[in-house]
C-alpha cells in the first residue's frame, strides 16, 4: 500500500468511534425509530463503506481513472461533511438546551382541571397564579419543542459544512496587492510577482484546476513565478503539472522550494521532477537576478520535512547556509514555506519574505486566521511587518481538505514599488 494514502486510511478510521457517538445520540433522541439499529452492524456498514471507498480512490489514482477518481473522491468527501455535520451539532444543542431549560414542561389534564377551579377562586393570589399557568399551557411546551426543533440541529450542521465543503472546491481569488520598500532598485520598481502556494493537487484538485489558473496568470503577465511549497500530492500528476506551471509567461523565471508534503512523498523523486522539467528547485542557495546595475536575489531555503515541532531552529540554520553567499546590498526576496523565520529573517536583512503552509487554519474572521489569536505562530495569514521587513502569508492556492469558511484559496499578485 502507497504511504502516501496511510494519512487517509488513518483520518477514516477516526470516524468510526464518532459515527457510534453519534449513532447513540440518534437513538436517544428518535428511540422508537433507531432503538432496534444494532450498533456493530451498523458500524460495519460504515466502515466497509469508507475502505471501499479508499480502495476505489487508490485504484483510480493508479490508472489514472479521472472520473472514478471524481466520484470517489466526493463520495468520500460526502461521509466526512455528514460526520463534520454531527460533530457540529454540540454548539447548536447547547443553544438549544439553554432555549429548552426556560421552556415549561406540559401541563396535564388533571393540573389544566386545579388551574380552572383556581381560577374561579376568590383568593387573589391563587387567582392570579391560575392566569399564569393557564398562560403557559397554551404555550409551546419542552416536548413540543423537540418534535419541532430535532432535525433542524443536523440539517444546519449538515448545511455549514456543506458550504464549506464549496467554498474549499471554488476557484482562487486572485489578491492584488502592493508593498513599497525604500531600497527597491529602480529598475524592479513595479516588479510583479506570482505566489502559488500549497497546491496540493490530488483527489480533489485535478490538472483542469491549474490550467484554469495558468490562463488567468497568463492574462496577468507577472515578471516572475514563485512556487512556495506544498505543490503537488499525488505524484503522477506532478511532471504535467511543472509543464503546465512553466506555460506561465514571465520575464525573470519561475522558482520554487519544498514544502513538507514533499517530504511526506518522496523527496527524491520530486527532485528528478524538478530536475527533468528544468524548473529549480532550491535547497538553502540563491538566484541572483540582475538588469543593468540593479542586483535582486531569490533566497529559498528547505522545510524539515515534519510537523508536530517548532521548526525554528532548521529554519534559522537554513536561512545562515542560503545567505553565505549573498550579496550585501541586494533587495533580497525569501522563499520559505512555513512563516515561522520571518522574525529571523527581517534581523538577517531579508526585504520580503513569502511562505504557506498554514492555509490561514481554512477559517478566518475579518482577514485574519481565527487561529492566530491563540497559537503561538502569530504569521498564519496576510502581511506582516517588522521594521522595513514584509512578511505575506498566504492561505493557499487548493487544499487537501477542502473545507473553507472565510478564507478562500488565492494567488497573491504583488507588485513591488518603490518607496
Request: net charge positive; charged share 25%; aromatic share 16%.
Given at each position: ?13 477516526l470516524?468510526l ?42 485504484f483510480?489514482v ?10 470517489s ?15 457540529s ?11 429548552f ?10 393540573e ?45 450542521s ?9 467554498s474549499?472546491l ?8 502592493d ?21 496540493h493537487?490530488?483527489?480533489?484538485l485535478r490538472l ?15 515578471d516572475m ?42 523527496i ?23 538588469v543593468?546595475?540593479s ?15 517548532d ?7 537554513a ?21 515561522n ?15 504557506g ?16 489569536f491563540?497559537?503561538e505562530?502569530k ?7 517588522i521594521?522595513?521587513?514584509?512578511l505575506?502569508?498566504t ?10 469558511f ?5 494567488i ?8
Amino acid at each position: 500500500m502507497e504511504k502516501k494514502f496511510l494519512p487517509l486510511i488513518k483520518y477514516t478510521l477516526l470516524l468510526l468511534p464518532v459515527f457510534i457517538a453519534n449513532l447513540y445520540f440518534l437513538k436517544r433522541i428518535f428511540s422508537s425509530r433507531f432503538k432496534n439499529v444494532p450498533y456493530l452492524f451498523s458500524s460495519i456498514v460504515f466502515l466497509v463503506l469508507l475502505m471501499t471507498d479508499i480502495f476505489l480512490i487508490m485504484f483510480s489514482v493508479k490508472f489514472r481513472l479521472e472520473m472514478l477518481l471524481r466520484i470517489s473522491a466526493y463520495f468520500n468527501m460526502f461521509l466526512i461533511i455528514l460526520e463534520l455535520s454531527l460533530i457540529s451539532t454540540l454548539p447548536f444543542i447547547f443553544i438549544f438546551g439553554k432555549i429548552f431549560s426556560f421552556l415549561p414542561k406540559e401541563v396535564g389534564e388533571k393540573e389544566n382541571r386545579n388551574i380552572l377551579r383556581a381560577e374561579n377562586d376568590e383568593n387573589i393570589f391563587l387567582k392570579d397564579k391560575a392566569h399564569k399557568d393557564l398562560k403557559s399551557s397554551k404555550g409551546i411546551f419542552r416536548r413540543d419543542f423537540i418534535k419541532k426543533t430535532a432535525f433542524f440541529l443536523p440539517l444546519s450542521s449538515f448545511s455549514i459544512a456543506s458550504f464549506g465543503f464549496y467554498s474549499g472546491l471554488k476557484e482562487p481569488e486572485y489578491r492584488f496587492m502592493d508593498f513599497h520598500f525604500k531600497n527597491l532598485p529602480l529598475n524592479f520598481d513595479n516588479l510583479k510577482i506570482v505566489q502559488i502556494s500549497d497546491l496540493h493537487l490530488s483527489f480533489f484538485l485535478r490538472l483542469d484546476y491549474l490550467e484554469k489558473i495558468i490562463k488567468k496568470l497568463n492574462e496577468i503577465k507577472p515578471d516572475m513565478v514563485l512556487l512556495t511549497g506544498d505543490f503537488v500530492d499525488d505524484y503522477k500528476l506532478l511532471e504535467d503539472a511543472l509543464t503546465l506551471v512553466k506555460g506561465i509567461e514571465n520575464n525573470y523565471g519561475l522558482y520554487a522550494v519544498a514544502g513538507n508534503h514533499e517530504y511526506y512523498r518522496g523527496i527524491e523523486y520530486v527532485k528528478k521532477a524538478f530536475k527533468k522539467q528544468s524548473v529549480p528547485l532550491m535547497f538553502n542557495e540563491i538566484k541572483k537576478i540582475k538588469v543593468k546595475n540593479s542586483l535582486l536575489e531569490i533566497v529559498g531555503i528547505d522545510d524539515p520535512g515534519k510537523t508536530g515541532f517548532d521548526p525554528s531552529a532548521f529554519l534559522y540554520s537554513a536561512l545562515d547556509e542560503a545567505l553565505k553567499k549573498a550579496d550585501k546590498d541586494s533587495f533580497k526576496i525569501l522563499m520559505s514555506h512555513r512563516p515561522n523565520i520571518f522574525p529571523y529573517a527581517s534581523q538577517k536583512g531579508i526585504d520580503l519574505t513569502l511562505s504557506g503552509h498554514t492555509h490561514g487554519g481554512q477559517i478566518a474572521y475579518n482577514g485574519k486566521s481565527i487561529f492566530e489569536f491563540f497559537s503561538e505562530n502569530k504569521y498564519w495569514l496576510g502581511d506582516y511587518k517588522i521594521n522595513e521587513s514584509i512578511l505575506y502569508t498566504t492561505s493557499g492556492a487548493g487544499t487537501w481538505f477542502p473545507e473553507r469558511f472565510n478564507c478562500p484559496a488565492e494567488i497573491p499578485v504583488i507588485t513591488l514599488k518603490r518607496r
